[in-house]
């Protein structure tokens, strides 16, 4: 099983930008969809965005599409979340996550595994 830490959140104002990293230990990362997910106070845990195994296919909410873009560097276990023009409602701790097909990507549920989260604030 693979074992995944994130980094990179912080505070920015808003129309700021971010670049989120998660990165993986233990089993074969390159045979893994790596999505990411977030959560607001009080909120429910909402899907963000997710990469396949191979980097071939991305999808992403449609609240982020335009401002974010994910990438993976197999070679370094790592995929990354930049994140343009910030807003205040971004505002989230942000967890990555890992499936092992490329299915149902915004369903909770379809990820075995899952970071302990990094904050991201976005000021007004």
């Known amino acids: 099983q693979v074992h995944l830490v994130e980094s990179g959140g912080g505070l920015v104002q808003a129309g700021g930008a971010l670049r989120l990293s998660c990165v993986a230990s233990?089993?074969?990362?390159?045979?893994?969809?790596i999505a990411w997910f977030r959560q607001a106070p009080g909120k429910e845990r909402e899907y963000v965005s997710a990469?396949?195994?191979?980097?071939?296919?991305?999808d992403y909410a449609e609240s982020v599409k335009g401002r974010f873009a994910i990438s993976r560097d197999n070679a370094k276990n790592t995929v990354f979340l930049q994140m343009n023009s910030l807003k205040p409602e971004d505002t989230a701790v942000y967890y990555c996550?890992?499936?092992?097909?490329?299915?149902?990507?915004?369903?909770?549920?379809?990820?075995?595994?899952w970071g302990q989260g990094t904050q991201v604030t976005v000021s007004s």
């Open positions: 233990g089993d074969t990362f390159s045979s893994y969809t």
């Open positions: 996550a890992a499936q092992d097909y490329y299915d149902a990507l915004d369903a909770k549920s379809m990820y075995d595994t």
């Open positions: 990469i396949k195994w191979n980097g071939e296919s991305t």
